[in-house]
């Protein structure tokens, strides 16, 4: 099959939380609130591959191990050097027709997002505060949401 009639993906980017493990994991299951976990679910049933999305780690593939760690936010600088890093991750494990779906936080997906212009970008959690996220993410996994999913 050549590239013209490959079928696109859809990656989900899961934003990692500050609740870890105390001991070396995969990146996976060290992140341990109940909201990445709920946005870990989702990028399970929805999308045919994840990554986790860390200030630290940047683009994390589910299975790496890492080590538990504490950091502190960065600025707008730092900020956007990191989107510059994950973007360029991103485009060697992606095709540009590929759709991004980004379960993170404003601080994520306000540098990254422009960066990503190529894709078919979708920021469902966008606008809404912590609480109603969660509330659509718990919706959302307890019914087929309008996400059609792999």
């Known amino acids: 099959m050549d590239k013209e ?8 980017l899961v934003g990692c939380g500050k609740q ?13 609130s109940p909201f ?12 045919d591959s994840w990554f986790i999305i860390s200030a630290k780690h940047h683009l994390l593939p589910p299975d ?22 994950v973007a360029g991750q991103l485009r060697q494990v992606t095709d540009p027709k590929d759709t991004i779906i ?6 994520y997906f306000e540098y990254l997002g422009p960066l990503l212009l190529s894709y078919n970008v979708e920021l469902p959690l966008k606008g809404l505060r912590q609480g109603e996220q969660n509330r659509w993410l718990k919706d959302c996994l307890e019914r087929v949401c309008g996400h059609a999913g792999k």
């Open 5 to 12: 009639t490959e079928k696109t993906k859809t990656i989900c």
């Open 20 to 32: 870890k493990l105390a001991w070396p994991t995969q990146a996976k299951d060290m992140y341990t």
């Open 64 to 85: 790496q191990v890492i080590e538990p760690y504490a950091l502190i936010g960065a600025g707008v600088k730092a900020q956007r050097s990191w989107a510059a890093i």
């Open 36 to 47: 990445f976990r709920r946005k870990r679910q989702y990028a399970e049933r929805f999308a």
């Open 102 to 107: 980004i379960l993170a936080g404003k601080d």
